[in-house]
């Protein structure tokens, strides 16, 4: 053992931890963590998160030991929401430098009764805290309007103002899949664009901003989830030992004479979005069970490290502020990328170049168990064999710096618009090389030297070929039945034809959210409008067999199936509004308000269609009623899917 890894394990065995009892209820875990710099270039550090230090009652610390080469390796508590870390900081020429932080840690499930008053009290100094705006949650202007005029209107307590932005984060948002990491949490921007689409930061942030205008406390608490959800429900947990991507934050919110009261919204609709079969409903009964839950319960399958936000990291001079940040790495000259979603995308590159200080990587452990969760691992070889290597990189919910190249490269870049997400390193190294060049003439540059001319004909010419082929193979499958719509479209012109109407509806269209709640006034309305528009083609039911439906082409699709159902609201309203070309779909929409509230409803009932009950389809019969022939038919046909011989109708017709 190295001299500096002795004094710290010296360091260790001084400090007062103490061992969890066995307690009913109480899961115990050990989370490691280990952080790696390739490549490092001059003096490195790492900023590594540590749990919650303060016992609650649903979860407690045991104890937090480290081990590394770094010349300095201090825990720390950083800035006013004493956010805790383990700070690590390696001298010029220091070999594979490493730290690898151990935290073992007990759980249980929290839930508040809601309905019972108690004698909770916060300080006027906590008060303050937790009412007043960050740099991504602000508290007045647009947030407090909507939280006032549109969610919390005539909500007189803590406890109904909490409840009425709940249902609204959970009614009027989306979990887009898109979206990196946690999110940014820049709460503004989404009132302001109207896209109400992101992950856990954005959504639980947009809860505790509305809050927080209200004068309600309210807080972020960011973590990991550390095992699966006992309660059935599988995106709710890591699905294998591999937590790199099981990030998540939560939120809660202080109720006058009740205390602090958790929520969670963001999975509310998480569980919308990624719970098979996936794209649910309000009205599932998962979703129905996961809503009533999340308000006022969590289920502590996950790792709380901090409330923390505008974090100033020590020693990380040139970059800016972060939001709760689980992992840093850091070297000379500033470059310091989260771990997570911007890791993959970063280091391979950065590494190859001068101001770079290499790739990072992070490894995480973690060791449920009850009482003898740690002798049962140590029996598995937890010990001293190796380690099961699991990726973690516990990205934060924002990032502003992108501290890349040296200081002067990041001054330079500071001053021009930047879109959201990484520029290529490489990109970006050149340019700090051509100094005092144009920008424009710098990137020709870095361009001419990554491409020449010679790659770039056989790219072209590879491109031009794969494209040929493409149109000669879906011109021979086109034509194969002449211009007949009685030929089957092949799975080729199936998916090609979804590719393009996923391609030509609007990225803004796209991203619209059903303003008409799903009520049963709604779906009657709807109910009514697919009756005497929709049914004629797409049956009563929604299935698409009908003699107008099975005779286009392509056929009618069965609107009740994941294909139509995946679609989102606003690709489904647009269709609706605007028709697609050359399928026999037609555009409804007038372009007035009254036109868009019909096809808002009509998307509500294609939502409900799968769960259309017995009563529903004979108040369909009832509006849409099928013709003498039509009956035969439908019951010629069932009979012909029995077993029984066609008809002589049916045998005339498919000759």
Same mark, same amino acid.
């Given at each position: 053992?190295?001299?500096?890894?002795?004094l710290?394990? +010296?360091v260790?065995a001084?400090?007062?931890?103490?061992?969890?009892?066995?307690?009913?209820?109480?899961?115990?875990?050990?989370?490691?963590?280990?952080a790696e &710099?390739s490549?490092p270039?001059?003096?490195?550090?790492?900023w590594?998160?540590?749990?919650?230090?303060?016992d609650?009652?649903?979860q407690r610390?045991?104890?937090?030991?480290?081990?590394?080469?770094?010349?300095?390796m201090?825990p720390?508590?950083v800035?006013?929401?004493?956010?805790?870390l383990?700070?690590?900081?390696?001298?010029?020429? $220091?070999?594979?430098?490493?730290v690898e932080?151990?935290?073992?840690?007990?759980?249980?499930?929290?839930?508040?009764?809601?309905?019972?008053s108690r004698?909770?009290?916060?300080?006027s100094?906590?008060?303050?805290l937790y009412t007043?705006?960050?740099?991504m949650?602000?508290c007045?202007g647009?947030?407090?309007?909507t939280?006032?005029v549109k969610?919390a209107k005539? +909500?007189?307590?803590?406890?109904e103002?909490?409840?009425?932005?709940?249902?609204?984060v959970?009614?009027?948002?989306l979990r887009?899949?898109?979206?990196?990491?946690?999110g940014?949490?820049?709460?503004?921007?989404?009132?302001?664009?109207?896209?109400?689409?992101?992950?856990c930061a954005?959504?639980?942030g947009l809860?505790?901003?509305f809050?927080?205008?209200?004068?309600?406390?309210?807080?972020d608490?960011y973590g990991i989830?550390?095992?699966?959800?006992?309660?059935g429900?599988?995106?709710?947990?890591?699905?294998?030992?591999?937590?790199?991507k099981a990030q998540?934050?939560r939120?809660?919110?202080f109720?006058e004479?009740?205390?602090?009261?958790?929520?969670?919204?963001?999975d509310?609709r998480?569980? &919308?979005l990624?719970?098979?079969?996936g794209?649910?409903t309000?009205?599932d009964p998962?979703?129905?069970a996961?809503?009533?839950?999340l308000?006022?319960s969590?289920e502590?399958?996950?790792?709380?490290?901090n409330?923390g936000h505008d974090?100033d990291l020590?020693?990380?001079?040139?970059c800016?502020?972060?939001?709760?940040p689980p992992?840093?790495?850091?070297?000379?000259g500033?470059?310091?990328?989260?771990?997570?979603?911007?890791?993959?995308a970063l280091p391979?590159?950065?590494a190859q170049?001068?101001?770079?200080a290499?790739?990072?990587r992070? $490894?995480?452990i973690?060791?449920?168990?009850g009482a003898?969760?740690r002798?049962?691992a140590h029996?598995?070889?937890y010990?001293g064999?190796?380690?099961p290597a699991?990726?973690?990189a516990?990205?934060?919910r924002?990032?502003?710096?992108?501290?890349?190249?040296? $200081?002067?490269a990041a001054?330079e870049?500071?001053?021009?618009?930047r879109?959201?997400?990484?520029?290529?390193?490489?990109?970006?190294?050149?340019?700090?090389?051509h100094?005092?060049?144009?920008?424009g003439?710098?990137?020709?540059a870095?361009?001419?030297s990554?491409?020449?001319v010679?790659t !770039?004909s056989?790219?072209?010419?590879?491109l031009?070929?794969?494209?040929l082929g493409?149109?000669?193979?879906?011109a +021979?499958?086109?034509f194969r039945?002449g211009?007949s719509a009685k030929?089957?479209p092949?799975n080729?012109?199936?998916?090609?034809?979804?590719? !393009?109407?996923r391609f030509?509806i609007?990225?803004?269209?796209?991203?619209?959210?059903?303003?008409e709640?799903?009520?049963r006034?709604?779906l009657?309305?709807?109910r009514?409008?697919?009756?005497d528009?929709?049914?004629i083609?797409h049956?009563?039911?929604?299935?698409g067999?009908t003699g107008?439906?099975?005779?286009l082409?392509?056929?009618?699709?069965?609107?009740?199936?994941?294909p139509?159902?995946q679609?989102?609201?606003?690709e489904?309203?647009?269709i609706i509004e605007?028709g697609?070309r050359?399928?026999g779909?037609p555009g409804?929409?007038d372009?007035s308000e009254?036109?868009?509230?019909?096809?808002?409803?009509?998307?509500?009932?294609?939502?409900?269609?799968?769960?259309?009950?017995?009563?529903?389809?004979?108040?369909?019969?009832?509006?849409?009623?099928?013709s003498?022939?039509?009956?035969?038919e439908? $019951?010629?046909?069932?009979?012909?899917l029995?077993?029984s011989?066609?008809s002589r109708?049916q045998r005339?017709?498919h000759?």
């Open positions: 053992m190295k001299r500096r890894e002795l710290g394990a +010296a260790l001084a400090l007062p931890w103490r061992r969890l009892r066995a307690e009913p209820h109480w899961r115990t875990f050990e989370v490691t963590t280990r &710099i490549r270039q001059g003096v490195s550090r790492a590594l998160p540590m749990p919650l230090t303060a609650t009652d649903w610390a045991a104890d937090s030991t480290w081990t590394g080469n770094a010349d300095r201090q720390m508590r800035g006013k929401y004493g956010v805790p383990l700070y690590a900081e390696w001298s010029p020429g $220091q070999q594979a430098p490493f932080l151990t935290s073992r840690f007990a759980t249980r499930d929290r839930a508040v009764d809601v309905s019972r004698t909770a009290k916060l300080s100094a906590e008060v303050a007043a705006p960050t740099e949650i602000p007045d647009l947030v407090r309007e939280a006032l969610i005539g +909500a007189r307590t803590d406890l103002k909490g409840r009425a932005i709940y249902e609204w959970v009614r009027n948002t887009d899949p898109k979206t990196r990491g946690c940014t949490g820049n709460i503004k921007a989404m009132l302001e664009s109207g896209n109400l689409g992101g992950k954005d959504l639980n809860f505790v901003g809050a927080r205008s209200l004068g309600v406390p309210a807080r608490v989830r550390v095992a699966s959800s006992a309660l429900y599988k995106s709710l947990g890591p699905s294998t030992p591999v937590i790199s998540h934050c939120a809660e919110f109720a004479g009740i205390g602090w009261v958790p929520v969670d919204p963001a509310v998480k569980v &919308i990624e719970e098979p079969p794209q649910l309000l009205e998962k979703v129905e996961a809503r009533k839950r308000f006022g969590w502590m399958n996950w790792l709380a490290y409330t974090i020590p020693n990380s001079k040139g800016e502020r972060y939001d709760a992992l840093r790495l850091s070297g000379e500033g470059l310091g990328e989260f771990l997570g979603d911007l890791v993959r391979r590159r950065a170049h001068r101001a770079a290499g790739r990072s992070a $490894q995480a973690r060791r449920p168990g003898d969760g002798q049962r029996r598995k070889g010990g064999g190796p380690r699991l990726s973690v516990a990205r934060p924002f990032a502003r710096d992108r501290c890349v190249g040296s $200081q002067d001054d870049l500071s001053h021009r618009p879109r959201r997400g990484v520029l290529q390193p490489r990109r970006r190294a050149r340019l700090v090389e100094r005092g060049t144009p920008p003439r710098a990137v020709a870095a361009l001419t990554e491409w020449n010679k !770039l056989i790219a072209l010419a590879l031009l070929t794969v494209v493409a149109l000669i193979a879906g +021979a499958l086109l039945g211009i030929v089957e092949t080729f012109e199936l998916a090609v034809a979804r590719g !393009l109407l030509g609007p990225d803004a269209s796209r991203r619209l959210r059903n303003p709640p799903s009520s006034e709604v009657a309305a709807g009514a409008h697919f009756a528009h929709c049914a083609c049956g009563n039911d929604g299935d067999q107008m439906g099975r005779n082409y392509p056929r009618v699709p069965d609107v009740r199936l994941p139509t159902q679609l989102t609201d606003g489904l309203f647009y605007n697609i050359l399928t779909m409804w929409g372009g009254e036109s868009g509230r019909a096809s808002w409803h009509l998307v509500a009932f294609i939502r409900h269609l799968p769960h259309l009950t017995p009563a529903e389809k004979l108040e369909m019969d009832r509006l849409s009623p099928r003498p022939d039509e009956w035969r439908m $019951q010629e046909d069932e009979a012909f029995k077993g011989a066609p109708d005339r017709e000759r």
